[in-house]
C-alpha cells in the first residue's frame, strides 16, 4: 500500500510538472531567430498536446500551450500564418478553433519551410478538420456540419476556395 501511495504521489507530481512546462516556455525571452530556432522541439510537443487535448479539459495547460504557441508564432521572424475567410468563418463558430489552424499551419510551416501560403492554410484547415472529427470537445452546429462533410468527400481546398468567393461577394 505504502509504494501504491508513492507511485500515485509520483504520477501526480509528473501531471503538474507538465502544466508548468507551457507557462515556464511562455515566460521565456525569444529574441533572436536564433532563440526561436531553439524551440522548435518545444513548439512541436506544444502542437501535439494541443491536437490531442479536447477543449473541454480542464485546467490551464491548454490555455498555456495555446498562448505559448501563439506568442511564439507572432515572435518567429520567418513564420507567418495566413488567415483567411476559411478560418475566420469556423472561429466564428468555436473560437478555440483558430488555435488549432495555427498549429496545423506551423507544424506544417516546421516540416516544409519553403512552403506557400496555400499549402499552410490547406494544412491548417485540415488539421481543424483532423480535430474536430476526433471529437475533441468541439460543438457541432450547421456551419461545422458543411465543413466536416465537405472534408469527409475529400474536398477540403474546393471548400476553402467557395470561403474565398463568397467572402470576396460580401
Known sequence: MKYLSLFFAFILACLSLQAQDF??????????????????SEVKACIDFLMQESLAS????RAWASAFLTNWMIGAPYVEIYMGPAINKLMHQEGQL?????????D???????????????AGIQAVYDFTKANNGVKINRKLKQF????????????IAKQKYLFALK
Open 108 to 122: 506544417y510551416l516546421l516540416q516544409n519551410p519553403a512552403a506557400s501560403d496555400k499549402d499552410i492554410e490547406l
Open 58 to 61: 480542464e485546467g490551464d495547460r
Open 98 to 106: 483558430l488555435t488549432i489552424y495555427w498549429a496545423g499551419g506551423v
Open 23 to 40: 507557462k515556464q516556455l511562455c515566460e521565456l525571452n525569444l529574441q533572436t531567430e536564433a532563440d526561436f530556432r531553439s524551440t522548435e
Open 148 to 159: 466536416l462533410t465537405a472534408g469527409d468527400a475529400g474536398e477540403l481546398e474546393l471548400w
